[in-house]
């Protein structure tokens, strides 16, 4: 039985390494064939396999689950394990690393340190006046639909997208990005946390955080997660506005 053979593909990808004297970005291009169901994830992990071990791009869960493997691809920030090969009907792919995040080789970056950063700036953690939980008491009832806006927002699995496709975080490098914003939101719902309005002010009240935003809508467009990023950074602008 003779088995059909799939289109040859070409992935061109941006190879430099920042850490390397004699390193200057320059593209390689790798052709392979296609095989059912290939996703970007699978023909990376062959040409480092078969062609290229030194092909350096960042993975954990093959399943959109751990954000770690985010590029560009063709011009756009996506995750490399949920982008299938058969959606790019030209057979032509090019690859470069994220940009706003520090280079570590080829395509793979340091999102850990910038979410970090981001996270401490934005105090990303339940403030509660101070008062210790009394661990003997039932838990304090959490109205439904305030659970589930809660959880909507803490869907975001972090893999930077949305700060590598927005405009003004590429101009302006302090800016705290779609997800610190989104990670304000998610505190600001959640009944647990004490701080007012004003003291979110404090922290985001600027133009590297709510005022910055140019409402560009290409965070939303690439979140893997689609989470309503636009609809969120609206809400807190109109509620801090007041206090400017
Ligand atoms: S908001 Fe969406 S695009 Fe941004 S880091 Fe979270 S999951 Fe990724
Ligand atoms: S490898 Fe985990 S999101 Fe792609």
């Known amino acids: ?32 064939e296609e095989t059912p169901g290939m996703t970007l994830f699978i023909a990376l992990m062959k040409i480092r396999e078969e062609m290229d071990a030194d092909l350096s791009f960042d993975f954990v869960c093959r399943a959109g689950i751990c954000g770690s493997c985010g590029m560009v691809v063709n011009g756009k920030p996506a995750l490399a394990c949920r982008t299938l090969i058969a959606n790019y009907p030209e057979g032509k792919l090019t690859l470069l690393p994220m940009p706003a995040f520090e280079l570590i080789k080829d395509l793979s970056i340091n999102t850990g340190k910038w979410m970090d950063d981001m996270s401490k700036k934005v105090e990303s953690w339940i403030v509660s006046n101070g008062e210790e939980t009394d661990i003997s008491k039932m838990e304090e009832r959490v109205d439904p639909d305030i659970a589930d806006q809660t959880f909507e927002l803490d869907r975001c699995i ?6 590598a496709s927005c405009g003004t975080k590429l101009m302006r490098p302090d800016f705290i990005g779609p997800v610190g914003l989104n990670r304000v939101a998610r505190f600001e719902v959640d009944p647990h946390d004490t701080r007012t309005a004003e003291d979110f002010y404090e922290l985001i009240g600027d133009d590297d955080g709510i005022f910055g935003c140019m409402s560009l809508l290409a965070c939303e467009d690439h979140c893997p997660k689609h989470l309503p990023l636009q609809n969120k950074i609206a809400y807190l602008r109109r509620k801090l506005v007041a206090l400017r």
């Open 158 to 163: 972090e893999c930077g997208i949305c700060v």
């Open 1 to 32: 039985m003779s088995v059909e053979k799939g289109r040859e593909i070409t992935i061109s990808v941006l190879k430099f390494n920042p850490r390397s004297k004699v390193s200057k970005p320059h593209y390689v291009d790798y052709k392979l």
